[in-house]
């Protein structure tokens, strides 16, 4: 009997198969997942007749395939146009992070909204929640025409309002201001800016600050490799929505895309960030071809000198296997990195999912909770949850903000100021330090400034 072939491209990442027959069936009786690692999987033993393949993305965007199978084994390629790999943005459409188009369109596409002046800017999850964030705030406020969001008081109607890119570096335990950077690429709907990669176990944080001092903060890890990390002019213009007490649809806002460079680090991040993904766990085995945890983890660390790739791969696996990760090996990344939450959030749950064996297991597990608590840096969305959450349960007083002091703010405050960016650290607020608002508006710009005018954004 014949076989049907199923392969992708690598470079759109983490791919959940679905076959159905000729009959409306389901042809794969366990799932099939393919990644940038393992791109191709085979049925075989396949009556002839019409299939249709389903390749449902991370982020729930779905490609349908419709392949007819022979006599002979047949082959169904599942790819997508978007021009060449040097393009703006080629990598984040591939990922399906932002709408594709082809060589002969043009990347701006219509959207769903009911302005014709939005840009489509992003995709599947991202796009669903900046409309219920849209929708809700329609309720409260009135939507200008060709705008995003709400009208914000403070922006001049003919100007825009200027935002101003700042960054921080985070090192030695404490964040200190950079020097003004520019921006790679500025179009109507992004603002790139420029990470660089390397051997290191430091981190920076990246902001559009409007002329209050206030605006969207993403923490970036430093990967080997790097990471693209491009602001989203729809997600700023949503800044109505920044304190999720006061927001009804209570959804983060995407202000920021995030694609680590290496192709795998780019697959667990999008799979850690996925609101399902079935067989996660395969991702993994072919990640590291079935390499005992312990070892993959340390591949990772020490052969690859990539820390921050560790640290996510942690937290993939706190996820998705959360008795996996070795409590040794995560109390070696705790040493290795004694400045940053989250390993000993990581391994305070780790603890907790193997079960507590005495007095002694609880009484450490709050202080690795009291000691995530006192750290000035998060590196992914999921740490300040499950800091709280343990918090919690554990029942340690949560520190509460105080600026003056350098005191870290609780994570439940961070919390509140929560926003979306491809699964890194990023809140609405002032600094590294300090989620929220000022009182007090900060006097002059901060850094190069960029425009955001009708929810697009412009160069001053």
């Not at 491209?9 to 027959?21: Q, R």
């Not at 070892?295 to 996820?319: P, Y």
Request: overall charge negative.
């Amino acid at each position: 009997m014949p076989s049907l072939v199923i392969s992708s491209a690598a470079s759109l990442g983490p791919l959940s198969i679905e076959v159905f027959g000729p009959t409306g069936a389901h042809q794969n009786s366990s799932p099939i997942l393919l990644s940038s690692a393992v791109s191709t999987a085979t049925l075989p033993d396949l009556a002839k007749g019409t299939y249709a393949i389903v390749a449902t993305r991370p982020n729930g965007e779905a490609l349908v395939r419709q392949v007819k199978v022979e006599a002979q084994p047949t082959n169904a390629f599942i790819d997508i146009v978007t021009g060449n790999q040097d393009s703006f943005l080629w990598q984040e459409a591939q990922r399906g992070f932002v709408p594709t188009a082809s060589p002969s369109e043009t990347v701006r596409l219509p959207n769903s909204l009911s302005s014709t002046g939005f840009a489509n800017s992003v995709s599947g999850a991202a796009r669903a929640t900046l409309e219920s964030i849209a929708a809700n705030n329609a309720v409260q406020a009135e939507l200008l025409p060709g705008s995003r969001g709400p009208q914000q008081p403070d922006a001049d109607a003919g100007q825009g309002a200027l935002y101003d890119l700042c960054s921080w570096e985070f090192v030695n335990g404490s964040w200190s201001e950079r020097e003004p950077i520019d921006p790679t690429d500025v179009t109507p709907d992004y603002v790139r800016v420029p990470t660089g990669g390397g051997i290191g176990t430091s981190a920076t944080a990246y902001a559009l600050l409007d002329q209050s001092g206030f605006g969207p903060i993403v923490v970036v890890p430093r990967f080997r490799d790097g990471l693209s990390l491009t602001f989203l002019a729809e997600g700023l213009s949503a800044q109505g929505s920044a304190d999720r007490a006061q927001n009804p649809s209570a959804a983060r806002v995407p202000v920021a895309i995030a694609v680590p460079r290496n192709s795998r680090a780019a697959d667990l991040l999008a799979a850690l960030n996925a609101p399902s993904l079935p067989n996660a766990l395969e991702l993994w085995r072919q990640d590291t071809a079935n390499t005992p945890t312990e070892g993959a983890l340390e591949i990772l660390a020490d052969k690859n000198d990539d820390l921050m790739a560790a640290v996510l791969a942690s937290h993939f696996l706190a996820r998705f296997d959360p008795t996996a990760a070795p409590v040794n090996w995560l109390s070696n990344l705790m040493r290795r990195l004694p400045d940053y939450a989250d390993p000993p959030v990581l391994l305070a749950w780790r603890l907790i999912s193997g079960g507590l064996e005495g007095s002694g297991d609880t009484t450490r597990i709050q202080q690795l909770f009291e000691d995530a608590s006192s750290k000035q840096c998060c590196l992914f969305a999921r740490t300040r949850p499950l800091l709280t959450q343990g918090n919690r349960l554990y029942n340690r007083k949560i520190r509460s903000i105080d600026p003056s002091q350098g005191v870290v703010a609780s994570p439940e405050i961070f919390l509140n100021y929560a926003a979306e960016a491809g699964g890194l650290e990023s809140f609405w607020g002032i600094e590294p330090r300090r989620p929220g608002q000022l009182s007090q508006p900060l006097v002059g710009p901060l850094g190069v400034q960029v425009r955001l005018k009708d929810g697009e954004f412009l160069l001053p």
